[in-house]
């Protein structure tokens, strides 16, 4: 039950019919906003929002971090909300409901404050798109003083011009810095109930904050962007705020545990932020330099906690380079002798290429293995010098051999077209590489992907132009053609989403009025390749009078810049020092390594803050000292338990699908600390097995799946410990220990028995009408379906005037469907019996 009962999805019959209802559920164990207030009995509610879907949102280290610190503070609340899919959107406009949170779906316009996490420009339109379903006006100046503010935060914000008439303020740095006392003030505010301007007021000049109200740009009479200007005394320019630490930062010790299976499902802790190898073309190297890490203890105290917590069976140490963090080896070799043994694999999915051999590479190969990418970025040796790039050929070969003597079997390349500087023989030098590569044998999957250069703020290529949309196709299709093999295919994002990416990425505010008509035209999702619509943009610009060829220009050196006025750190001198070394092709060595080249990021209080003494490591790739892959790999030779789990599935979770349940259960169990028994194999999995698989949005009240644990457990003991571990609306009823042999695999649901009942009367007590019917039906893949309900329907009865209960066999070569069974053994309409409740009651094993 929600806070808003017109918001019980669960009562929605539309739920079960669209996408992955899963998305919209919230329950999660560890998902309890603070109801805590603080000394004066306030409540600050914020709700953190991501414009995308919840499998993707999830995995953002940047929410859960802010969950944790906003949610530990009395006085202030933290919910989530996601983007609805266009299914689940259509279903809230046809009900007149609005978007609203996953915790206690509280409506967006009941919050104090919407916090937007800016991750990649093709999010705009989603962004406006969640505002409009929240009932919020799009225009900060049309939302009255009771609707909650807007905010934004992230990468984007380094130029949120084109969002900026439709934030009160954007937050510009490290979150763990500032925000939280940025978040009093406010609440303060709101309290008092005096004007946003006060508020405004209040937060000019605090680190971070920009309020794009207090700012206005001017434009010369050919249309082109010519400055910016304060508007309020003091107030002309904004720095990022800068946490100088990440030892003790706050950093959640139970990270949410998704219900449905996210893209990334695994614990994910940042060892570092910032880095400083300076590829020319990379936003995130500049704007979150200087380099700051985690000491390795706390790391592994961290990915520890997480684990128990949440059960999942993968960590990822996240950095912008992970191989560089000075402590990698005993993070690395600690985590490994902890965890390699117990099935859960560690993820590095930012290590260097350099970084791979010697020690690391030994320990890395006791992982269970995923993919492994290697981003050589260009296809020449010159043009990665370049973009700063410090690599070669020979490196990636070394390190992609060195990789399949690790076991890694799988290999994705990363490439950019488009750079500055390339030519059509740079491209050629992609499939050279790529051919290469490919000819180390039938060993290993190569996967290629490409993505076209988009010139980013506060980097040194800002002032280079953006490609027009046949020049990135030019470019694109040439890659492919060059690269033709056997089962490799390029893959890549739509010519014209990298066009309109470039443009905002260095756009103004006429970009703005463009992104409302481009969301009122439908734009859904743009940054999902395969919806979007280059129509939309070409339309609105023309719409706007804008001349995308201006949108298309570089910028000058000494020109001014829609967001000259915000400061990422790193000092335009450096940058125009760094542009100019790119025209030379001249590399600039790491600062770590090479000492101070003075860009500016060291100051505001923060500096270099390594976890132990000296730079980067570089590692030759090196095989001698790998072994065989079964080598290390864990026996199960340990006594063994299998048990038959009896467990009801209602609520919420009845509108997970199989596999999501297979996931909450493996989860549950290692949450647990009952460990499962492996399969054998390259990829061992956990030794689980459900008896039968349940249509989704049914409750069932007797449900078996059967487990092989590595060690014996006493049945009382088994139950109690999963049903502490497992989310709400899943429980476990009993726990029964098999005998050994062959009986136990024989185990099988029988019948089923079903309780199906009717909003309205339609049935006579007692058997049914028609007990010999026939039922015919073309089921979801096109076949015909005919069974003689005679041979499968072994109880039917009508218990009252609503509900009837049948008795039907499973059988392998088909059984019929409840509804559809009801349906002719009462002679009812294909309405009728599709609109009937179906509950599982029993299921009868042999």
Known sequence: ??????????????????????????????????????????????????????????????????????????????????????????????????????????????????????????????????????????????????????????????????????????????????????????????????????????????????????????????????????????????????????????????????????????????????????????????????????????VLNLARANLTAGGQDEASFLSLSAGDHSQILPLVSGFM??????????????????????????????????????????????????????????????????????????????????????TDEDLAGIAGLTRRLGKLGGRVKLNLGVAHFTPKAHTPFQWHPASRPEEISRRLFRVRELVKAPGLTPKWNAPGASWVESALARGDRRLGPVLELVHLAGARFEAWGDRFDPRLWSEALEARGLNGEILLEPFRPGDAKPYGHLFAGVGEDFLLRELEKSRLGLLSRDCRVDGCHDCGACRDGAGLDLAAAGGPTEAVPARAEIRSEQEERPKNDLPSATFMINFIKGGRAAFLGHLELVELFKRAFRRAGLELALSEGFHPQPRLSFLTALPLGVVSEDEYLKAKLKSPVSDEDLARRLNEALPPDLSVRRASALISGPGPNKIRVRAVRWLLTAKAPLFSPGPPLYPGAVLEYTDKKGAFRQYLLSDFVEEARALDKRRVEVLIRLAESGTPKPRAAAGALWRLSAPEAESLELRKTESVLA
């Open 337 to 422: 002798d902890e965890y390699a043994g117990r099935g859960v694999a560690l993820s590095l999915p930012s290590l260097r290429v350099r970084s791979l051999g010697g020690e690391l590479a030994r320990q890395i190969r006791r992982a269970r293995k995923t993919g492994f990418t290697l981003a050589p970025e260009a296809g020449s040796q010159r043009l990665r010098d370049i973009i700063n790039k410090d690599l070669s050929d020979d490196d990636l070969m070394a390190a992609a051999e060195a990789a399949f003597s690790l076991g890694w079997r799988t290999l994705k390349l990363y490439f950019m077209v488009g750079l500055p500087g390339e």
């Open 1 to 298: 039950m929600t806070d808003y009962p017109n918001y019980d999805y669960e009562n929605w019959p539309e739920l079960s019919l669209v996408e992955r209802p899963g998305r919209y559920l919230g329950g999660e164990r560890e998902a309890v906003p603070n109801q805590k207030p603080d000394a004066r009995g306030r409540l600050f509610r914020l709700a953190l929002a991501f414009p995308d879907v919840y499998e993707i949102a999830h995995g953002h280290l940047g929410h859960k971090i802010l969950y944790q610190m906003i949610n530990s503070r009395p006085g202030l609340s933290a919910e989530r909300v996601y983007a609805p899919w266009p299914d689940w959107e259509a279903v809230l406009r046809r009900r007149g409901a609005r978007l609203a949170s996953l915790e206690s779906r509280r409506p967006l316009a009941d919050f104090d404050l919407l916090g937007f996490s800016l991750q990649y420009e093709l999010g705009y339109s989603q962004i406006l798109a969640m505002l409009e379903l929240g009932g919020l006006p799009l225009k900060a100046a049309e939302r009255g003083p009771e609707a909650p503010l807007v905010a934004g935060g992230g990468p984007c914000a380094y130029n949120p011009e084109p969002l900026a008439d439709f934030f009160d303020f954007f937050f510009l740095g490290d979150a763990e810095a500032s925000f939280l006392e940025d978040l009093e003030i406010i609440k303060d505010w709101r309290a008092a109930g005096p004007p946003k301007a006060e508020l405004f007021a209040r937060l000019a000049g605090r680190p971070g904050l920009y309020i794009p109200s207090l700012f206005e740009p001017h434009y010369g009479p050919d249309g082109r962007f010519q400055a910016i200007e304060a508007r309020r005394p003091g107030y002309d320019g904004v720095s990022r705020a800068v946490a100088p630490h990440l030892a003790g930062a706050p950093f959640p010790l139970c990270q949410i545990t998704p219900l449905i299976k996210p893209v990334h499902d695994r614990v994910v802790v940042e060892i570092g932020r910032g880095c400083s190898r300076g590829c020319r073309f990379c936003q995130a190297g500049y704007v979150y330099r200087p380099v700051r890490e985690r000491p390795s203890g706390e």
